[in-house]
């Protein structure tokens, strides 16, 4: 067994590095330590935990021990630091379920939360159908209660959704094209029953102008924040798919059921 200690000391570069890492031909039995020890932690997102989760778990179900050092710990709470899940098939509506009440009970009690809980399903649905994550998948969540701002990132370790689509569409000739059919009006692999065409697309039209939305997935990037959208090819390939996007709670509508009831 050997013992092998990998330092990441730019934000920027983290995807690639944690690539290597679970493309690496480490053997069972060995350590890995990941340092991120000259990365301030204000600089972490969900984007960051969720994928780190993934390689740590990866690493695990293959016999390797592995530690990630100076890494923000996930909290209970949605509302100060990162709310952490790894996802089970058998239970992911109960993921969007069980966040929505706590957003409903703790922080926006007037506000009309059905959208949310429609992109958090679409998301999470999207792991298991399209990119094939098996049991290597993880939900990140942290809420800025001053901007309202709910960010959310769903990493795994799959087939990877470009690949998916590429085998359906074998005339698409790169990742970043099926990256970008990926996100257009209602489109789907009808892979599964309960794809009802609450796509990617109806969560990217959640997003404000000034929310991001992003999805990198086997060797292509797809951003879009204030009306401009950028694809491009990575000069790397992540083993999976990773989609990150924010949704700013403020501009919700009022729950009417409230009205209702008065």
């Known amino acids: 067994a050997m013992k092998h200690s990998i330092r990441i000391s730019d934000i920027s570069q983290w995807l690639p590095a944690i690539t290597k890492i679970i493309t690496a031909d480490f053997s069972a039995n060995d350590e890995v330590q990941i340092d991120f020890k000259e990365i301030p932690?204000?600089?972490?997102?969900?984007?960051?935990?969720?994928?780190?989760?993934?390689?740590?778990?990866?690493?695990?179900?293959?016999g390797?021990?592995?530690s990630c050092q100076h890494v923000p710990r996930p909290t209970l709470s949605i509302s100060k630091g990162f709310n952490l899940w790894q996802l089970d098939k058998a239970y992911l509506e109960t993921y969007s379920h069980n966040i929505c009440r706590i957003?409903?009970?703790?922080?926006?009690?007037?506000?009309?939360?059905?959208?949310v809980k429609g992109c958090?399903?679409?998301?999470?649905?999207?792991?298991?159908?399209?990119?094939?994550?098996?049991?290597?998948a993880f939900i990140c969540l942290s809420l800025d209660p001053?901007?309202?701002?709910?960010?959310?990132?769903?990493?795994?370790?799959?087939?990877?959704?470009?690949?998916?689509?590429?085998?359906?569409?074998?005339?698409i000739l790169n990742d970043t094209?099926?990256?970008?059919?990926?996100?257009?009006?209602s489109f789907t692999t009808k892979s599964r029953k309960h794809n009802r065409g609450y796509g990617l697309d109806n969560i990217l039209s959640c997003c404000n102008d000034d929310d991001t939305f992003k999805i990198i997935s086997n060797?292509?990037?797809?951003?879009?924040?204030?009306d401009k959208i950028s694809t491009f090819a990575l000069d790397y390939e992540f083993p999976g798919t990773l989609l990150y996007f924010e949704i700013s709670i403020?501009?919700?509508p009022e729950d009417e059921d409230i009205f209702e009831e008065i």
């Open 120 to 136: 958090l399903n679409e998301a999470l649905y999207n792991v298991f159908d399209h990119a094939e994550a098996k049991d290597i």
């Open 64 to 66: 390797i021990k592995c």
């Open 41 to 62: 932690y204000e600089q972490f997102t969900p984007i960051h935990i969720s994928s780190i989760a993934c390689v740590k778990c990866f690493l695990e179900k293959r």
């Open 219 to 226: 060797g292509a990037s797809y951003i879009a924040v204030n």
């Open 177 to 185: 094209k099926a990256v970008a059919m990926a996100v257009e009006n």
């Open 250 to 252: 403020y501009m919700l």
């Open 146 to 171: 001053i901007t309202d701002r709910l960010c959310v990132a769903v990493c795994d370790l799959g087939l990877g959704i470009a690949k998916k689509i590429r085998s359906h569409f074998p005339e």
């Open 103 to 115: 957003l409903k009970q703790s922080f926006y009690p007037d506000k009309d939360l059905s959208a």
